[in-house]
């Protein structure tokens, strides 16, 4: 069967939620596209720094990969964590991370939990057990890595920092939010970032309308070797993200093109909204200085040492 786009070379992808057949150089272009469309709705295509966080799993590799297809490679920079995880940041993962970036004529930066925070993430939830709490991993990790993400982001001076977050984490996250009935939070999502604390960088998510198997069969199609070992904390992550993700796709299976269409309906509510109101700064946490949520003293990363006993501080948490 011949590709619906170019009707020469041969079909190798099912796309659902369009119902079209492409060949891989389609398949190609139409991610790239669909990148650089939502990369100028962000900003991204007017701005003369940006930092991308990179891990080296697929979806890092397609964004500095896509991204480079139309933004010059020396307005990017990259910046990789590692979080200190036993048997998961590998050296071998490393290098190729970096030979993938010196290809695109990316520059990278490297940090460590250890060396930024003082603790590995594998010290953090080995204390934090130690004191019988049942924080996940995850909940260190992902505050960590947002708070030196936005650090580095203030440091190179970037106008915007980029995450690879794909179609499937970003309808996770919108359906996780209003069940939550976090609205403040959920409002922050929409597509054109907001700035609500003149410590913080603003965040864009490029791939936030391209779904996680398309970001795979991107990654596999360029012959990107991207990091396969699953994290061992994986089988902490939230349960409320399991049930949601399960759930959204078999919303997916029956109806395709469901999780797009929640992505972008929230899109318009979102901007909506931040037309009509006034949104306030957030707080700065009174140890770290680092902005913190509406109604805190302490961030949560504070918290969390302090909770976990690696961190002695006069103020006690909130809750
Ligand atoms: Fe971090 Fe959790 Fe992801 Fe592991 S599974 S890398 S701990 S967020
Ligand atoms: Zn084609
Ligand atoms: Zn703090």
């Known amino acids: 069967m011949k590709c619906d786009v170019c009707k020469s070379k041969d079909a190798v992808i099912l796309q659902p939620h369009t119902g079209r057949r492409l060949c891989k150089d389609c398949f190609i272009d139409d991610i790239q596209n669909r990148v650089k469309k939502e990369a100028e709705k962000e900003g991204l295509t007017k701005a003369n720094k940006i930092l991308l966080a990179v891990s080296g799993g697929k979806d890092s590799l397609t964004l500095a990969d896509t991204l480079a297809s139309f933004i010059d490679p020396k307005k990017l920079i990259s910046f990789n964590i590692v979080e200190g995880i036993g048997g998961y940041n590998r050296s071998d993962q490393a290098k190729k991370l970096k030979k993938y970036l010196d290809d695109l004529g990316i520059e990278l930066i490297s940090t460590s ?150 992505v972008e309906e929230f899109d318009k509510i979102s901007e909506e909204y931040k037309r009509n109101s006034e949104l306030k700064d957030l707080p700065k946490c009174k140890i770290c200085g680092e902005p913190t949520s509406y109604g805190r003293d302490v961030c949560k990363n504070c918290e969390l040492l302090i909770k976990s006993g690696l961190l002695n501080h006069q103020y006690l948490p909130m809750s």
């Open 113 to 262: 939990f250890k060396k930024e925070v003082g603790f590995t993430l594998d010290d953090m939830v080995r204390s934090s057990h130690d004191k019988g709490l049942n924080i996940s991993a995850c909940t260190f990790c992902g505050g960590f890595r947002r708070k030196l993400i936005n650090a580095a982001g203030r440091e190179v001076k970037a106008d915007l920092v980029a995450t690879g977050h794909n179609l499937d984490d970003e309808a996770q996250t919108i359906v996780i939010n209003l069940l939550r009935g976090d609205i403040k939070r959920l409002i922050r999502l929409g597509e054109i970032p907001v700035k609500l604390s003149d410590k913080f960088v603003l965040r864009v998510k490029p791939l936030r309308k391209i779904y996680e198997w398309e970001t795979t069969m991107y990654a596999y199609y360029k012959g990107f070797e991207f990091q396969e070992v699953e994290c061992p904390y994986i089988s902490m992550k939230p349960t409320l993200r399991a049930k949601v993700r399960d759930l959204l796709y078999s919303l997916e299976s029956k109806k395709p093109g469901s999780l797009l269409t929640i």
